[in-house]
């Protein structure tokens, strides 16, 4: 079954724009992680946030957590062409199993 | 360092026909996972090996798939009867650590299946 799921399913945006995708998920985790999958191709791991911590950077990424709540968003600033793909989060139980949301869309147009 | 290989990139089967896929994980990792995404959905793990063991395959239809790493390295997934629904992209993936660790799992390009 499915932990996460993001939102927007799809997004729209301009190179320039700043992107922000939700991701909410049902029970306990021990870490939260957003991958990147391009058209055709394998998951790209972006970044790793743990459960004790509310925000975390990495480049152009912004990653926050909110465990009362159980959800977690992505920001991509400054977005480029490059970044269009489908954007997946994933929880990690204490097995190291991970779970998978739905995942968003991105599409940025040049 | 060389990533997740897999073989092959695509098949095409019909129904009821058997199917096998290869992984060679990231050398030196201890957890193999191997993930199947219908399209449009996010992947759902199939079965996680820990060395040669297998740590969890409760999501795996033993009745038509199956699955071992040999000397805790390679892995290969097989289908047989393969079905309709088994249309999808199948994700081998690895990392260093065991399972629990909150390692990244480094992810192979993916064998897309398409069942006839």
């Known amino acids: 079954s499915q932990q996460g799921e993001e939102d927007p399913q799809a997004l729209s945006i301009q190179e320039g724009e700043n992107a922000t995708m939700n991701c909410s998920y049902k029970?306990?985790?021990?870490?939260l992680q957003w991958y990147r999958q391009n058209s055709g191709r394998g998951l790209v791991h972006l970044i790793l946030?743990?459960?004790?911590?509310r925000e975390k950077h990495s480049g152009r990424l912004r990653v926050t957590l909110d465990t009362s709540k159980k959800s977690s968003s992505l920001l991509i600033t400054a977005s480029r062409a490059a970044d269009t793909a489908s954007y997946f989060c994933?929880?990690?139980?204490?097995?190291?199993?991970?779970?998978f949301g739905q995942g968003t869309e991105l599409s940025v147009k040049p | 360092e060389a990533g997740v290989a897999q073989s092959p990139r695509y098949k095409i089967i019909e129904k009821r026909q058997s199917v096998a896929f290869w992984c060679n994980p990231i050398?030196?990792?201890?957890?193999l996972y191997w993930y199947q995404q219908i399209l449009g959905q996010g992947p759902k793990l199939l079965i996680q090996?820990?060395?040669?063991?297998?740590?969890?395959d409760s999501q795996l239809p033993k009745d038509r798939f199956s699955a071992e790493r040999l000397k805790g390295v390679d892995s290969t997934l097989k289908i047989q009867p393969a079905k309709l629904e088994d249309s999808a992209v199948y994700l081998c993936?690895?990392?260093?650590?065991?399972?629990?660790?909150?390692?990244?799992?480094?992810f192979g390009p993916g064998t897309r299946l398409t069942v006839l």
């Open positions: 993936a690895s990392s260093l650590n065991i399972a629990g660790a909150g390692d990244t799992q480094y």
């Open positions: 029970t306990s985790i021990n870490n």
């Open positions: 946030i743990r459960s004790n911590e």
């Open positions: 994933a929880t990690d139980d204490q097995g190291g199993k991970l779970i």
């Open positions: 050398s030196g990792h201890a957890t």
């Open positions: 090996f820990q060395n040669n063991g297998v740590v969890d």
